[in-house]
């Protein structure tokens, strides 16, 4: 519903400034809708009245709404003029880093010891890996594959550069499936990536911009990563409870206390008076909230649904933009398989990550993101810098799987495998751990987030754990602060090798 509420205008462009003075009026604009002031639904001035403000010639700002209109800033309606139709994201788009600036500045921040070591010795065959987050490669679907791989064959006759927003016939089955995830989209509002991961660096390197402030829950798999840390942003640490991430610890973190007493915009408010070069206008105290709300990665906790709409509305009432990734939304194995927080977003406030590497096949490297056309356009630009595209061959095998049903034949066998993995796990916890420990009973996915009730030295743990056959993940390479935990997994090994596995960590401990 466009609103009647007067739009504020005091400012002209400085002519004095090497700037043009059309960037100058779209930085102002984009400023004063990030901030709030300039709120989603409210109509412009005519374009006479806007030159008359601005003090400007109307053919300058026909060419600014133009490049309003191209980000999806705004938009015209036949007989309503033109309203601001923004989502926080588009207003990322202005000004966006160039990717090969990181690159050209050393891009990529070495991980940590622990780290590398795990990733060293995850290929070591003697090793029982029980952290580790990926499906046993035993519960691959071999005849499945076989049927695919085969009809591959006989179909593809080349295999050349794919689009770089992917092949079409993915494109299509993604947005398909996306409707299991209460996520209604078109092709066009999906790309395909290499794996959710390279989504996330896509994103860090042409949306956000150096100095940005990144929310996730403490713990968190992003942790434990360097991506956003390798593009200049912060981190920073919210505390999560039974039911997911704590909104009003997020409101407090943005210094606007809880989200019963309101919350403060996280973007600065646009200047009265003059106004600095764009990308510091409309982009200095960015914040992006980064958030894993299905078979949370490593906690294994599902956030409910009250605190994915509150959460939700917490970022429409702050402005920060969500990045939801759902690389373990089909693997809920207990109870209904909740909603994303996109389905809730009707403001474009959420982009969505998901994968085929937890449910089927690492090895594909195949995620995707669903965005704005915008977002998917802009970030398309930057997949092409960085690889031309995906595999085809991994393209067309995972849409071959989506659309024949397979896909959803296989989801089922592999929810009933972990389901009995998970309890076998559980009850060899309880028989070892009890009175000593305690965990959570996750509804899906891979993990049980293990806390000693006494202090344990989980550093020298893991060292010993490695001389002992066993593969740790230890519980602060995911947090803000040392912690006294163990991310355990069941989904690669099977229960006996589980319970051989902690008998060895117990007699550790």
Not at 69 to 93: C, F, K, P, Q
Not at 196 to 225: C, D, F, N, R
Not at 286 to 299: E, R
């Amino acid at each position: 519903m466009t609103r009647s509420t007067p739009l504020d205008i005091n400012w002209e462009p400085d002519r004095s400034s090497g700037e043009p003075i059309t960037e100058q009026i779209v930085g102002f604009m984009c400023a004063r809708i990030s901030s709030g002031d300039w709120p989603i639904g409210s109509r412009l001035p005519s374009q006479r009245v806007l030159a008359e403000r601005f003090g400007v010639n109307r053919s300058t700002i026909i060419a600014a709404i133009g490049e309003l209109a191209d980000y999806g800033i705004v938009e015209g309606r036949h007989g309503a003029g033109t309203r601001i139709a923004s989502n926080t994201w588009s207003l990322m788009l202005p000004g966006a880093p160039d990717w090969a600036d990181y690159v050209s500045s050393g891009f990529f921040k070495a991980n940590n010891d622990t780290i590398q070591t795990i990733n060293r010795l995850e290929f070591d065959r003697s090793k029982t890996r029980l952290g580790t987050g990926e499906l046993d490669p035993r519960l691959f679907p071999r005849d499945m594959w076989r049927r695919v791989a085969g009809e591959a064959a006989a179909e593809i006759s080349s295999l050349g550069y794919p689009p770089p927003e992917g092949l079409d016939v993915l494109r299509e089955a993604i947005a398909a499936h996306m409707e299991a995830w209460g996520i209604s989209c078109t092709p066009g509002q999906v790309l395909v990536s290499s794996g959710a991961l390279q989504a996330l660096q896509m994103i860090s390197v042409s949306l956000l911009s150096a100095g940005s402030t990144v929310y996730a829950e403490a713990p968190s798999y992003i942790k434990s990563l360097q991506v956003f840390q390798s593009a200049g942003m912060k981190l920073a640490g919210v505390p999560m409870d039974e039911h997911g991430l704590d909104v009003d610890a997020l409101g407090k973190l943005m210094g606007g206390g809880s989200q019963s007493e309101g919350m403060t915009a996280a973007v600065p408010s646009a200047p009265q008076t003059s106004l600095p070069p764009r990308a510091k206008a409309t982009r200095e105290n960015d914040a992006v909230l980064y958030t894993i709300p299905t078979n949370h990665n490593p906690t294994g906790v599902t956030m409910s649904e009250p605190r994915r709409r509150a959460l939700i509305a917490s970022c429409v009432a702050n402005r920060l933009p969500i990045i939801e990734d759902c690389a373990y939304q089909d693997l809920i194995f207990d109870g209904d398989t909740p909603h994303t927080l996109k389905s809730f977003d009707e403001t474009g406030m959420v982009i969505t990550l998901g994968s085929a590497s937890k449910a089927l096949a690492p090895g594909l490297r195949i995620g995707w993101i669903v965005a704005d056309e915008r977002i998917v356009q802009r970030l398309a630009d930057v997949k092409m810098q960085m690889d031309y595209g995906a595999s085809t061959l991994s393209q067309w095998v995972f849409a071959r799987f989506l659309s024949s049903g397979l896909y959803d034949e296989y989801m089922v066998s592999l929810r009933m495998q972990l389901r009995r993995r998970r309890d076998a796990a559980l009850e060899t916890l309880e028989r070892l751990f009890a009175g000593r420990a305690h965990w959570n009973v996750p509804r899906g996915g891979f993990y049980v987030w293990l806390t000693f009730d006494e202090p344990v030295r989980t550093g020298r743990l893991f060292q010993r754990a490695i001389e002992h056959g066993v593969l740790l993940n230890p519980g602060d390479i995911y947090d803000f602060e040392g912690d006294n935990s163990l991310r355990l997994s069941y989904s690669y090994t099977t229960p006996e090798e589980f319970a051989a596995a902690a008998e060895t960590l117990t007699s550790l401990v």
